[in-house]
């Protein structure tokens, strides 16, 4: 992999803190294991593709692999979906082993890399699903195309989970969890269809 380089963010320092503080050190550890775990579902294809790994940024959204070889279609929907299914195959460990040794401290983790592997996998912007369905879509109707179904998938994705974070900040009388995802996923598609909204904690 050579002189790879690691980027820190503020946002993903904070981002850490606050999931330490809220959630305790051992939720931040499994989160970090599974995020570990899925980095290096993408690194292993994106090796196998031939692509070499130039350094990793850590920002407030997540992780992000800069490599050097770009990828056909499928191969991209292979390196994104790489992630999620090396962190369901972590959850699936985690509960085997916990159920085999009687380790009930491993049902956090797989708890975690669950939830983690489900967030990326909504087919939306920046997250993994959505990398997977706009290569996908791309190989099937063009380049052109492609951007304004992907466009209008982002839409529609963005505003269910909106709607549905404010439902739920509503029935829990303050979870404002899945609205604040909505509000990053928004961000982040924002981002990728190039329409200039920027975080400072990114």
Do not use: Q
């Not at 993903?12 to 980095?39: D, K, R, S, W, Y």
């Not at 191969?75 to 972590?90: C, M, R, T, Y």
């Not at 009687?102 to 912007?125: F, Q």
């Not at 380049?143 to 974070?165: E, F, K, S």
């Amino acid at each position: 992999m050579g002189s790879s380089k690691v980027n820190i963010t503020c946002g993903f320092l904070v981002l850490l803190i606050a999931v330490t503080v809220l959630a305790g050190p051992g939720t931040a550890l499994a989160a970090l294991t599974a995020a570990a775990v899925h980095e290096l579902g993408h690194m292993a294809a994106l090796r196998c593709f031939g692509a070499r790994i130039d350094g990793f940024r850590l920002g407030a959204s997540g992780a992000e692999i800069v490599y050097t070889k770009g990828l056909s279609y499928r191969g991209e929907i292979v390196a994104a979906l790489s992630g999620p299914l090396a962190g369901a195959l972590l959850a699936g460990a985690a509960v085997w082993a916990g159920r085999r040794w009687d380790m009930e401290r491993l049902y956090p983790l797989a708890a975690v890399s669950a939830l983690y592997t489900a967030i990326n996998l909504v087919p939306a912007g920046p997250t993994d699903g959505g990398r997977a369905l706009n290569a996908w879509l791309a190989l099937a109707l063009g380049p052109d195309r492609a951007y304004y179904v992907g466009l209008a998938v982002d839409c529609a994705v963005v505003a269910a989970v909106l709607a549905a974070g404010v439902w739920v900040l509503y029935r829990t009388k303050g979870n404002c969890s899945l609205l604040v995802y909505g509000v990053f996923l928004l961000n982040g598609c924002c981002k990728c269809r190039g329409f200039g909204v920027k975080s400072k904690l990114a």
